[in-house]
């Protein structure tokens, strides 16, 4: 079915879209731009009022002690794996240990996006992956245990494309083997877990507020947590390692945050919820009319009240449905869909971590399996009914095309 207008494009496909339905649109209101105007006027650019008042409200609205906000998801774990090792050291002065040349291990999953890992190699930390369930795309917890040692530094689990990971085995697991956890949910925001809000549950809760991101300040992040020595750890971590200006007393980074980019997030604050009550409409909609098509499967989420929707992905068993995963995706995008694939490749199989770590094809089978066969459409809380309609009918269209 061609779109309402498209004409036939020459030497190409059929398709002309009327317009691209976006696979996400960053939030954008009059009284950001005010915001932001003022803060030109103010002179202020880098962590002032707007950074202050976005932690307060981000505090508030998680239920969290602490909210330290940073220039990007990636530092934000970087700064947790840093304070984790400051804290690490401290205890073992106090216990008259000396430092261990051994570099500390973070565990975690493979199917994510590179800076998961990244984050954790810049804290000189050794990744340790293993593999995920295949029904929650998640880390397995059955497969942390057997991977912890003396050097284990955090187990990092990802709530992939917004669903929480298996958060009761692993704290479980945290706690009886003391090992801290750094929850990757930078792409879970105001996703929650049997009734918690994620930014609570872990040791420290890392999120990313990139312009994708359900909340975002175009680029950015900030860590959640309620350990008070952890929090004082990661401020100095994100400004340099000074506990007043020229007083540094830690090595650290610039990860400050810039006042336009809280300014952006501090309006959304109070709307995230609905604005992911939209999305979960979305996916509903999305599940439900996809399912019947026969040659799809999804996420097991139990509740999808608890999931933020970051992304909707979906598997495609393309033995029944006659086309490959990357065909289906370039078809959707020349119709003016911008399907996408998070991730075509676990971080094991990434080039620099092959060569690096020697990982190959066949270390963790099912992140792999997931990887070639998953891929998302839009699900963003701006979609009109009409965007859904269209791309559910053009999916049907396009596997119609296939059968005949
Ligand atoms: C699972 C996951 N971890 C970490 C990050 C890194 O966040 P940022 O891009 O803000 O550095 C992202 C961002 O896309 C992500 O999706």
Avoid at 170 to 179: D, Q
Avoid at 233 to 240: A, E, G, V
């Amino acid at each position: 079915m061609p779109l309402a207008n498209s004409t036939p494009r020459e030497g190409g496909s059929n398709y002309i879209p009327r317009r691209l339905i976006k696979i996400a649109l960053p939030y954008m209101s009059e009284e950001i731009k005010q915001n932001i105007l003022s803060i030109l006027d103010s002179k202020q650019f880098v962590q002032g009022k707007f950074v202050a008042r976005f932690e307060q409200s981000l505090s508030a609205y998680l239920h969290s002690k602490h909210v330290i906000a940073v220039n990007s998801g990636t530092a934000a774990l970087h700064v947790a794996f840093e304070s984790l090792k400051m804290a690490k050291a401290e205890k073992g002065q106090e216990d008259g240990n000396t430092t261990s040349k051994v570099s500390p291990e973070v565990i975690t999953t493979p199917l994510s996006f590179a800076a998961t890992a990244n984050s954790a190699i810049h804290a000189g930390c050794r990744p340790v992956f293993v593999d995920v369930e295949g029904e929650t795309f998640n880390i397995d917890p059955s497969l942390i245990e057997e991977r912890i040692n003396e050097n284990t530094l955090a187990i990092e689990p990802v709530d992939a494309y917004g669903l929480v990971a298996n958060l009761e085995r692993i704290l479980e697991i945290s706690r009886r083997r003391k090992v801290p956890v750094v929850e990757d949910a930078a792409e879970s925001i105001g996703a929650s877990y049997r009734g918690s809000k994620v930014g609570t549950i872990s040791t420290m809760t890392c999120f990313s507020t990139y312009a994708t991101k359900n909340l975002h300040t175009g680029e950015g992040g900030f860590i959640s947590t309620e350990d008070d020595a952890l929090a004082e750890y990661s401020r100095l971590i994100r400004n340099q390692g000074q506990l007043s200006r020229y007083n540094h007393v830690s090595l650290g980074y610039n990860y400050r945050m810039l006042e336009f980019c809280a300014a952006i997030g501090l309006d959304q604050v109070n709307k995230i919820d609905e604005l992911n009550s939209r999305r979960r409409k979305n996916a509903s909609f999305l599940r439900t009319s996809l399912e019947d098509l026969g040659c799809f499967s999804f996420q097991k989420v139990n509740d999808p009240e608890e999931h933020s929707w970051y992304m909707f992905s979906a598997l495609l068993d393309e033995k029944t449905a006659g086309i490959t995963r990357d065909k289906l995706v370039l078809l959707l995008k020349e119709r003016g869909i911008e399907a996408d694939v998070a991730w075509p490749l676990p971080i094991h199989l990434q080039p620099y971590y092959r060569k690096k770590f020697g990982f190959k094809e066949g270390d963790f089978p099912i992140a792999e399996a997931i990887a070639k066969c998953v891929f998302q459409v839009p699900v963003h809380p701006y979609l009109l009914a009409e965007d859904l309609e269209i791309i559910v009918e053009t999916i049907k269209e396009i596997l119609k095309d296939r059968a005949q």
